[in-house]
């Protein structure tokens, strides 16, 4: 779990607390059952015609990953690498299979068992840039539709809105009503808002920070891989790959190096 996302969503749900309770009013009075199906159930319902089905349901369940920890594993990987340089440098490529075997990441795996094959290294950075680009273009599938569901969540609450009002408005019997009638209507609004930037486009746009940071550690890692094939010597295949990483992850990877 990402402390700080934990953070951020109660930091936003403690503002609009506050200001409800500094209004002289309690949270339960922007509770509205009929709001909350209608906004919820008619974004899902607009999104499921404007995307496949399919993406709907797998962005759905997304909704809870966003608040696992998306640092990636620059560190590890690049330590991964020099050491497989090293081993190669010193007992060829063909010794590097038994250590293959235990890796636990499926793309490198996969590339370094074409490596230790004799593929081509111009054909193995075409597979392996096509797995990348089609892992980016899953996940765009997947936070673009959120991404759409909080373009969409705004005006199923505006369109609710209107709807109570015309009620409101053919049934007024006295206008004493009128005030508590119309803010019952306006809650839909509010839940548009709600659902649209305090869920859907926040985690929409974690989940895209989430992708860039994974594809960066699998170019990382093909960079590495293709080095390792070309025998490079392990100081410049840490150099090589440091450039993926920002300077405090650098500072990282030195300090696991000196312990």
Not at 75 to 104: N, P
């Given at each position: 779990m990402s402390p700080l996302a934990i953070v951020g969503l109660l930091m936003a749900l403690g503002g609009v607390t506050f200001v409800v309770f500094m209004a002289g009013s309690s949270p339960m009075a922007l509770w509205d059952v009929s709001s909350f199906v209608l906004v919820l159930g008619g974004t899902i319902g607009i999104t499921m015609m404007a995307s496949p089905t399919e993406d709907v349901i797998t962005a759905l369940k997304l909704l809870g990953r966003a608040f696992g920890n998306a640092?990636?594993?620059?560190?590890?990987?690049?330590?991964?690498?020099?050491?497989?340089?090293?081993?190669?440098?010193?007992?060829?490529?063909?010794?590097?299979?038994?250590?293959?075997?235990?890796?636990?990441d499926k793309f490198i795996k996969k590339g370094m068992q074409l490596l230790v094959d004799g593929t081509d290294p111009n054909l193995i950075r075409q597979m392996l840039e096509l797995d990348i680009d089609q892992l980016a273009a899953r996940h765009a599938r997947r936070y673009g539709t959120l991404e759409t569901m909080g373009a969409y969540a705004?005006?199923?609450?505006?369109?609710?809105?209107?709807?109570?009002?015309?009620?409101?408005?053919?049934?007024?019997?006295?206008?004493?009503?009128?005030?508590?009638?119309?803010?019952?209507?306006?809650?839909?609004?509010?839940?548009?808002?709600?659902?649209?930037?305090?869920?859907?486009?926040?985690?929409?746009?974690?989940?895209?920070?989430?992708?860039?940071?994974?594809?960066?550690?699998?170019?990382?890692?093909?960079?590495?891989m293709l080095s390792v094939q070309a025998g490079d010597n392990p100081q410049i295949v840490r150099q090589k790959l440091e450039a993926f990483i920002p300077v405090g992850g650098r500072d990282k990877l030195a300090e696991s190096e000196a312990a």
């Open positions: 640092d990636p594993k620059y560190v590890d990987t690049i330590t991964l690498f020099v050491e497989l340089a090293e081993q190669a440098r010193r007992d060829g490529l063909l010794s590097l299979e038994e250590r293959i075997s235990r890796i636990d705004p005006t199923m609450g505006m369109l609710g809105t209107v709807i109570g009002i015309v009620f409101t408005l053919s049934n007024l019997t006295t206008p004493d009503e009128i005030g508590a009638k119309v803010a019952i209507a306006f809650i839909t609004t509010l839940y548009g808002a709600l659902f649209a930037n305090f869920i859907f486009l926040p985690i929409a746009g974690r989940l895209k920070k989430m992708s860039d940071a994974e594809v960066s550690e699998r170019e990382l890692s093909m960079e590495g």
